[in-house]
């Protein structure tokens, strides 16, 4: 089947008004280049022309012509009414059978042709957004001809200077492809993109919008919905989810949540982590002498105090983030903001003039300003979000001879989705660089990463290069390194002492940042990382995951879109992610094909939970935390690296396939939870109970108490693992029989003396699991002669365990 | 769908599968041989231990003498820098733990085969790892430690465990990381109540565990048969797979305590442990291969010093390794191979001694086994120029290093790869060989 004809069908888009977004994604603008006349024609070098920046805005949104959804697709292919955008019929029959082979050999950023400062550059799929981003370029050299040929025709036609040579004939099936591109891109056609999936994901199951509402409010809040919020959801769907959503963004626990996903990114926990100084220690003593006593009289304080303050100014950056988001802050400030926020605790340690409405309240934060001594006077940080946090400076540390160059690749990597070292695509030659002086300039091999990362850290250099956090004053860089800058923009002497700031506001408003933005979102929530363009096309199921990556990159930049229209609102983000069928794949309507199972490998349901979230999870479905007798979390502190988690230090990226050890851990958890509260559940008033209202422990099958039982196990279900299981489903049998067995063996055992009638002493229940105070003793469970407590541990110990349970 | 129908499904879409152990099958422990790929992460200097230049402080070595003749244990050259803590910013607490080059190779140099003047064609840190520990930095291949363990044992349940180092196991079976001893033991007999107490009490009567435990699989198999949704049916299948073997946990024999090193030493205590924690799972033959990683080689300043105690470290943590491997019985099935991102240099990026190294695309590697015979011992092959630190050729049969660099074969990661698989068995009609295909030269450099 034609590829374009299957992907109208597949994706099913209408057309909407021209690539609008498109334009402001620069190509890579770092690539200054001239060699276009005035009139328009190519300059003798080989240099199709673009604009300063790389892209400039085309048509169709901007004059206002497109067409909508229902009407023809002129100049398309496609069945009437289906709508296949310019932008696909680029990446179909352009991009993947050609340019992305061949001319971007030359033609990539750090190709050639780049070199001799041609103005037809493509963007590998490193950058994100690269798609578009290349078809802007090629509408920006669109109108150049040569004796009457399109440039972008006739070079590769051999028909004027070419480096290349000939490429094709005007036989060939690209050549046709080219032409028909350039007629469309005087009107280029683009769909709306269905975030919702519909249409793409048909045949996929998705979850209901309670169950939607049930999975986002454990992920979010590590809670279950509340009756009111379920019900608002019956009659509201999908946008009462959207709404409690918004709502359940509003809770401290959310924010919990938020400090791990930004952590997974940032790492900057490495210093707190149960630590009693390591951030504290970081701050140097003259530049923050709040922090000497703490360094230097460690006895001054009980060591839970040193934890708790030390912690305070670890997460000063991660707090940042809260505050922003909590206060409906646009996300770029983030990077741009020109204060950060302290709490009582942290703001001693980092000498901020701030006052707290209740100095003993460790949840305020207030916004404030670094400053330290210069000249006898107080000299301010030049804040810019994290990016000048000590701690995101220590985390990200330099040298005097990487000066910056590792932070000015985390920028690319953390703000902007651009993995700058996939760039070194080609093997370095060891003799290339010791040819050539200064080699990271004049040599084109280091030089054509070099001259995209050393302008960013030019941006850092009022930063120390061994103090990581000690401002210069002046700051100083260095004249054999390309100048501070960003992109295809110098950055002006004067704003040298200041330059982060400078950076900071160019990177926020870069379509990559909204990019990153959304797809740190999209990992935090499904658990996988964005697809990766596919480049190996000899891949049996190359066409399914070029299909699987076109749909989620029109989807991801769909709501990147959104956010940035949302005044750069991440909790649009969020929300819009839970209602994808990413976050809402439930099962398949009919068997897929394997080529489709290809397609959908990414979607859905499948997600380990981590350490953290599953943590959460047991509290709010059981009504009990698991946790160490020092109330930590058994799972976020001892089994947090055998469960798949990371210590923001040696470790850094989560497990996301189960192992037998983490299966283990969640053995270990399911018994011992299970263990520590069947019983004590039954102490409460049925109406209190979390596990077992339906059930008294005089209900047994043998004394007609089965549908009791049975209901009881039917609510455990839904409570435990959210299913919605009729009475006479066979999963309820699967556990009824399990409750029975376990009963009748336990009975017989009792009977002949193999088990006693006590209960394990840590199963007994005791004393208030809340509280800690002991039971009345007729209210305590010590005993189990009906064998009824020890055949609900059993079911609460396989629910526990089950794939459902810790899996989202 | 039948679980037939799922396998054949699983494979074609690319999906993790490896069948489970049935119910009580008898479960076989994988008895050998073992490998562990060892990082010194960060980028390590070879003309600091092994492939050691004259003294010329405008050049590569400001720090030791060199006569090529008299500083050599058999064939292995080393660089001649004694080592103790006072001198490398730690204090005499720290001398058992730290190994000079020197003492390395005069313990070990018989098990140790090293290869000079590597071309790792990179400079960069992420490009260097993969491509040292999986042959090519311009694919995601998975780790070579994850390809053996996938071909040997994929469905043992610590068949590949990593504790640094590059563990992309490309899919092939889980990645399994090991840290503590008491949550291991805790996790290894869920069902005991008190580990120190084996014959103690259980939480659930063991027969009833069983009914649990056989439950559970029947309801995550129906799940995995009765949902069509990739990620789920994959998902779901891990677990399966991910429990049946789980009870052999129990048999992994961990030490009463874990290494507890003095001072600064966190980073060897470190290794040490994951030394410690690998072979434990050797032995129960629950593992097949494990990284185990030493970072701080990054060492673009006070090189003299951080250097050589980071390369003083990891020698001793590999002389660790192979004494422990001796004393568990295990080291004739041992294989090591030691890696970095890439080497240093070419010189000095400052006269001062505060100074160090760059990056530098020409490194070393060693290949040592327990059993000397196994690797072929005592053997040096390639080198860099004296002059240059540039890689120079080797002759494609006899591997005799050559001055002409337009003959024979300059070795690169895909080269000693290409020997890698081929002496762990993949070779090249291995199924991983055309999966995870390898450009490079054919070079016996593992016999």
């Known amino acids: 089947m034609n590829r374009s004809l299957r992907l109208v069908r597949k994706l099913g888009l209408a057309r909407i008004p021209a690539f609008a977004s498109v334009a402001t994604l620069t190509l890579a603008g770092c690539y200054s280049g001239g060699g276009m006349n005035d009139d328009g024609t190519a300059s003798d070098t080989d240099a199709m022309a673009t604009t300063s920046g790389g892209s400039s805005a085309t048509t169709g949104a901007d004059t206002g012509t497109g067409s909508t959804g229902d009407e023809t697709t002129g100049g398309t292919t496609g069945d009437p009414g289906d709508c296949y955008s310019t932008l696909q019929f680029f990446a179909d029959e352009i991009w993947a059978p050609s340019f992305s082979k061949s001319c971007i050999q030359c033609h990539d950023p750090t190709g050639i042709a780049a070199e001799k400062n041609a103005k037809f550059l493509l963007l590998p799929p490193v950058y994100p957004g690269f798609m578009e981003a290349n078809l802007a370029n090629i509408a920006s050299i669109a109108g150049y001809s040569y004796d009457d040929v399109p440039l972008i025709l006739a070079k590769p036609l051999f028909l004027t200077e070419h480096e290349g040579g000939k490429v094709f004939t ?82 401290d626990a959310f924010y919990s949540r938020l400090l791990d996903v930004f952590n997974d990114k940032f790492l900057t926990d490495k210093f707190a982590n149960g630590s009693t100084n390591n951030a504290v220690a970081l701050l140097s003593e003259a530049d923050f002498p709040g922090r000497n006593d703490f360094v230097n009289n460690v006895a001054m304080l009980p060591t839970p105090e040193r934890v708790r303050i030390n912690q305070a100014v670890a997460r000063e950056p991660l707090e940042l983030i809260n505050y922003i988001i909590r206060n409906d802050r646009p996300f770029t400030e983030i990077i741009t903001a020109n204060y950060t926020v302290f709490n009582p605790d942290s703001a001693d340690i980092y000498n901020a003039d701030v006052s707290f409405n209740d100095p003993n309240d460790l949840g305020e934060l207030q916004e404030g300003v670094i400053t330290v001594p210069r000249g006898g006077a107080q000299m301010p940080f030049p804040h810019a979000g994290i990016l000048t946090s000590p701690m995101w400076l220590n985390r990200f540390p330099t040298t005097p001879t990487n000066i910056m160059r590792h932070r000015a690749r985390m920028v690319l990597f953390q703000f902007l989705a651009t993995d700058v070292l996939a760039l070194a695509s080609q093997a370095i030659s060891p003799d290339a660089g010791s040819a050539v002086f200064n080699p990271t300039r004049n040599n084109p091999d280091c030089a054509k990463c070099h001259k995209l990362i050393d302008p960013i850290a030019g941006a850092f250099q009022m930063f120390d290069k061994n103090d990581q956090e000690k401002l210069l004053d002046p700051p100083q860089w260095y004249p054999e390194v390309f100048s501070p800058g960003y992109l295809n923009e110098l950055m002006p002497p004067d704003q040298f002492s200041t330059g982060i700031q400078w950076l900071a506001e160019r990177v926020a408003t870069d379509p990559r940042f909204a990019l990153s933005s959304t797809y740190t979102i999209f990992e935090a929530l499904t658990g996988m990382k964005p697809l990766h363009y596919p480049t190996n096309p000899d891949s049996e199921f190359y066409d399914s995951e070029l299909t699987a990556w076109e749909t989620q990159d029109l989807i991801l930049r769909s709501i990147a879109d959104k956010f940035v229209a949302d005044n750069h609102n991440i909790k649009t983000v969020i929300r819009e992610i839970i209602l994808t069928p990413y976050f809402r794949g439930k099962g398949m309507l009919k068997a897929p094909t394997p080529a489709r199972a290809a397609e959908l490998a990414a979607v859905g349901i499948g997600r380990l939970s981590t350490p953290e979230l599953l943590a959460n999870k047991i509290g709010a479905v059981t009504g009990y935390p698991w946790v160490r007798s020092d109330k930590q979390p058994y799972l976020t502190v001892d089994y947090k690296i055998l469960y798949g988690g990371h210590d923001s230090n040696e470790i850094t990226e989560r497990l996301t396939t189960v192992n037998a050890v983490m299966a283990s851990v969640g053995a270990r958890m399911a018994n011992e939870h299970a263990c520590t509260i069947s019983a004590y559940d039954f102490t409460l008033p049925a109406d209190q109970r979390t596990l077992f209202p339906l059930v008294e422990l005089t209900d047994t099958p043998d004394n007609g108490s089965s549908a009791e039982i049975k209901a009881n196990i039917q609510y455990l279900h839904k409570r435990i693992l959210g299913e919605d299981l009729a009475i006479d489903d066979p999963e309820l049998a699967r556990t009824f029989q399990l409750f029975y067995d376990t009963l009748q063996a336990g009975l017989d055992n009792i009977a002949n003396d193999v088990e006693t009638t006590s209960l394990l002493s840590n199963c007994r229940a005791t004393k208030n699991l809340k509280t800690g105070e002991a039971l009345p003793m007729e209210q305590q469970i010590t005993s189990d002669e009906t064998y009824v407590v020890r055949a609900w541990m059993a079911v609460v110990t396989y629910l526990l365990a089950d794939y459902r349970f810790l899996f989202e | 769908m039948l679980r037939r129908d799922f396998l054949n499904f699983a494979a074609m879409t690319g999906l993790a599968v490896a069948a489970p152990r049935t119910a009580r099958a008898a479960f076989q422990p994988y008895a050998g041989p073992f490998f562990v790929f060892v990082s010194a992460r960060g980028g390590w200097d070879p003309t600091y231990f092994c492939d050691p230049k004259p003294k010329d402080p405008s050049k590569f070595n400001r720090l030791y003498d060199y006569d090529a003749a008299t500083h050599k244990v058999g064939n292995l050259p080393y660089a001649n820098i004694p080592v103790s803590g006072a001198a490398l910013g730690l204090d005499a607490m720290a001398d058992p733990y730290l190994m000079s080059a020197k003492d390395f190779f005069t313990a070990h140099g018989d098990q140790i085969r090293l290869i000079n003047g590597i071309n790792t064609e990179t400079n960069n840190h992420d490009r260097g790892v993969k491509t040292t520990f999986s042959g090519r930095g311009d694919r995601d291949y998975p780790a070579l430690a994850a390809m053996i363990a996938a071909d040997r044992a994929p469905a043992h349940p610590l068949a590949f465990i990593s504790s640094g180092g590059y563990a992309n196991s490309g899919n092939l079976l889980p990645v399994t990381r090991l840290n503590s001893v008491s949550s291991f033991q805790k996790i290894a007999s869920p069902n005991l109540v008190n580990v120190a107490d084996p014959m103690g009490p259980t939480y659930h009567n063991p027969d009833t565990y069983q009914r649990i435990l056989d439950a559970q699989a029947a309801r995550t198999m129906d799940l995995s048969n009765g949902n069509d949704l990739p990620r789920i049916k994959t998902s779901a299948n891990e677990l399966y797979v991910a429990r049946g073997n789980m009870d052999t946990l129990a048999s992994v024999e961990l030490p009463g305590a874990l290494v507890d090193l003095p001072g600064n030493l966190g980073d060897l205590e470190r290794m040490m442990q994951q030394t410690q924690l690998a072979l434990a799972a050797f032995k129960a033959g629950l593992a097949v291969s494990a990284n185990i990683e030493l970072g701080g080689f990054d060492t673009h300043a006070n090189h003299d010093i951080n250097q050589v105690r980071q390369l003083a470290k990891l020698f001793h943590g590999i002389h660790f390794l192979l004494q422990e491997a001796e004393a568990q019985g295990l080291l004739g099935e041992l294989i090591i191979f030691v890696g970095s991102d890439f080497g240093r240099g070419k010189g000095y990026n400052g006269p001062g001694a505060a100074d160090g190294k760059d990056h530098w695309p020409v490194t070393s590697m060693m290949a040592i086994s327990g059993d000397p015979g196994v690797i072929g011992g005592n053997t040096l092959i390639g080198a860099s120029t004296v002059d240059d630190q540039l890689p120079m050729t080797v002759d494609p049969v006899t591997l005799e290093t050559l001055d002409d660099p337009m003959m024979g074969v300059q070795i690169k990661w895909g080269e000693v790869h290409k020997a890698m698989r081929a002496f762990a068995g993949i070779g090249p009609d291995h199924p991983y060989s055309s999966k995870f295909p390898i450009i490079a030269e054919d070079l016996p450099l593992f016999g």
Do not use: N, W
């Open chain 1, 170 to 251: 005007e036989s060939d099936e690209i050549y046709a492809a080219i032409e028909e591109l350039l007629v469309q891109l005087d009107d280029p056609i683009e769909c709306p993109v269905d975030t919702s999936g519909a249409k793409s994901f048909d045949d996929v199951d998705l979850l209901t919008p309670v169950e939607t509402l049930r999975k986002a409010t454990l992920h979010l809040s590590g809670r279950l919905p509340t009756d009111e919020e379920i019900k608002a959801v019956e009659e509201g769907g999908l946008d009462a989810v959207a709404l409690a959503v918004e709502e359940i963004m509003t809770e």
